[in-house]
């Protein structure tokens, strides 16, 4: 295992920018790299980073391993895969953290099996154990129902893991650190794939990601109007509106606002869920929220073992009484 | 078109929550007694991938599924929706596996299978949620993978592929043959007609042992292993709901708003 040094994360772009989730996986690394006494890595792939691993340093990173060309403008599996390949047989750490998004959940898999090597995806904890020095990965499993941890004695030891699960440093732009542009030789000819496309369904208003409040609803609002409610009351909350599985798979709102397991994960501080019954999937998008409040007619419904406050009654009694009290106090 | 399709026997997600137990001592989960199995819904819909582009240029869907004593109602459904063919990799030497041995035993019997244009999986299986084994079968044969499809199209060669991203989809082309993990967006699973019910009570699965497709026993199963479970438990939930109390239902939404700006929530 000596041969394996150093934790190594692999870095996202997005708008030009670090991704949100770039940094708290650095902020992970960093915790664990300190642990282990040695030095926390990042790569970055892309077309014109310009200063981006400069902000990856500030975030923590004491080396940044650049792979700058036209042909990683956008990702795709062959071309990153060839560079993560390179970059990992040449710097060999023992540990690379990605982030479960549509680049690491694509990526990550393909990347294991091509290095011979375990892969935990989705974690939401990550500890060294002090006796074997190797990493407890804790992810959620049975679709959030329950955690698995599970350790690895492959190298590196490899990880995605879950938007926000992990706090971000504060940008420190005095830290330094090197940056090492590698070079890679990409032969189009071997990428399979191509972008024809890139289709934006972005929804008016707040994002989800970046909401403080969300108001979602699930299968018992019925339809695309009984939703519009769920709107009013997101509007006067400044919030945004999400939905479980039933109503995206319905067609009542777009795919794009589910939350859930395989939708969105997020961390609110306010999340009203609305005839929403509870179900592990949807609970592990959302189980994180600071405070959750619960409309359901079901007493016995799961999300009220989840909830700070809830009321029992159908939604489409109390939510009008509720959103018109609501508009009355934030008003005075 | 000749497609593949991988689909995995789980204990049935949409059990009731309370249903769900552990076993510690073993680190396995305790079946909820009197709920059936079903095929992952993920892999479910693979299937109805499958058949989408069958319906449309026609062509033959293999479905493979792992696993031992496997109930035969459940694995023979993606029949009864209109698979072709059913290959079982079925014996006690592929229990216990991780993502790892199972990718390896699906490639290896895909390569005997032989000829291939598409092959589908779910994006994960309901049980584990690891996610991999889709990619691990791609890179083991060798072939292109787009992950996360909600669709897909095969024209001229090449397939065409819609693959969700966090705030909309991308269009993928991707040259045959190809290996695609499907999404729920890719919208419901088509039902059993009771005609392909009874077309599929009467063929029988075609049954692969270790040795049929000459895998190592070591890369299989449990032995084939690379992650170790170190524990399963399950997350401990507070559940101190306050239960806001009132004489209709309206007066209850109406307290509620009080209560969460004297809890200064709101």
Request: aromatic residues 4%.
């Amino acid at each position: 295992m000596a041969e394996f040094k150093g934790v190594m994360v692999c870095g996202e772009t997005v708008e030009g920018k670090l991704s949100s989730i770039t940094t708290e996986l650095l902020g992970c690394g960093r915790r664990l790299a300190d642990e282990l006494k040695e030095g926390l890595l990042c790569i970055l792939i892309g077309n014109q980073l310009g200063e981006i691993p400069q902000k990856a340093i500030a975030s923590g990173a004491d080396k940044v391993y650049t792979a700058d060309d036209p042909l990683l403008k956008e990702y795709q599996t062959d071309s990153y895969i060839a560079v993560m390949e390179k970059v990992i047989k040449d710097v060999s750490p023992q540990i690379l953290l990605l982030g479960q998004t549509a680049i690491g959940r694509d990526l990550a898999p393909r990347l294991a099996f091509r290095l011979g090597v375990s892969l935990s995806m989705d974690c939401l904890e990550l500890n060294i154990d002090p006796d074997t020095k190797l990493l407890q990965q804790t992810r959620p499993v049975y679709g959030g129902n329950a955690r698995a941890i599970f350790t690895a004695e492959s190298f590196p030891q490899m990880i995605t893991v879950r938007q926000k699960a992990m706090s971000p440093l504060e940008p420190d732009e005095s830290r330094k650190g090197e940056i090492v542009p590698i070079k890679v030789d990409l032969d189009p000819a071997k990428i399979r794939t191509k972008v024809i496309e890139t289709v934006k369904e972005e929804i008016a208003g707040i994002k989800l990601e970046d909401a403080e409040v969300i108001v979602t609803g699930g299968r018992g609002i019925g339809s695309a109007e009984g939703f519009k409610q769920l709107e009013e009351l997101a509007k006067i909350l400044k919030g945004a509106v999400g939905a479980s599985r039933p109503p995206c798979d319905n067609g009542w709102v777009p795919d794009t606002i589910q939350v859930g397991l395989t939708g969105k994960i997020v961390t609110p501080e306010l999340y009203i869920a609305v005839a929403i019954s509870g179900a592990s999937q949807h609970l592990a998008g959302c189980s994180s929220s600071k405070n959750i409040i619960a409309i359901n007619r079901d007493a016995e419904a799961n999300i009220f073992k989840e909830a700070r406050f809830g009321v029992v009654g159908d939604w489409k009694q109390v939510l009008p009484a509720f959103t018109e009290e609501v508009k009355k106090l934030l008003a005075g | 078109m000749n497609m593949i399709v991988c689909c995995k026997q789980v204990l049935d997600p949409e059990a009731p929550p309370a249903s769900f137990k552990i076993d510690p001592a073993n680190n396995k989960v305790v079946p909820p007694p009197g709920v059936p199995p079903v095929i992952s819904p993920f892999d479910e819909q693979a299937v109805e991938a499958a058949l989408r582009i069958k319906d449309n240029q026609g062509g033959k869907i293999t479905v493979l599924s792992l696993g031992n004593n496997l109930l035969r109602d459940v694995v023979k459904k993606p029949l009864s929706m209109g698979a072709d063919e059913l290959i079982l990799l079925e014996d006690e030497a592929f229990e216990g596996g991780d993502s790892w041995s199972t990718a390896y035993a699906l490639a290896t019997a895909i390569k005997k299978i032989g000829e291939f244009d598409l092959i589908f999986c779910g994006r994960q299986a309901a049980d584990w949620d690891a996610g991999q084994v889709g990619s691990g079968i791609a890179e083991l044969l060798g072939i292109p993978s787009v992950t996360v499809a909600k669709k897909v199209e095969a024209v001229d060669g090449k397939a065409r592929v819609e693959r969700v991203i966090a705030d909309g989809y991308q269009v993928i082309e991707v040259t045959l043959p190809a290996l695609i993990t499907v999404s729920n967006e890719l919208g419901e699973a088509r039902y059993a007609t009771l005609k392909g019910i009874m077309a599929a009570a009467k063929k029988q699965p075609i049954i692969w042992k270790p040795s049929d497709i000459g895998v190592d026993p070591s890369q299989i199963g449990a032995p084939g292993r690379r992650s170790k479970l170190f524990k399963l438990f399950q997350p401990v939930r507070e559940g101190k709901c306050e239960i806001i109390e009132a004489e209709t239902p309206a007066e209850a939404g109406t307290n509620l708003a009080t209560k969460l700006r004297e809890a200064k929530i709101i």
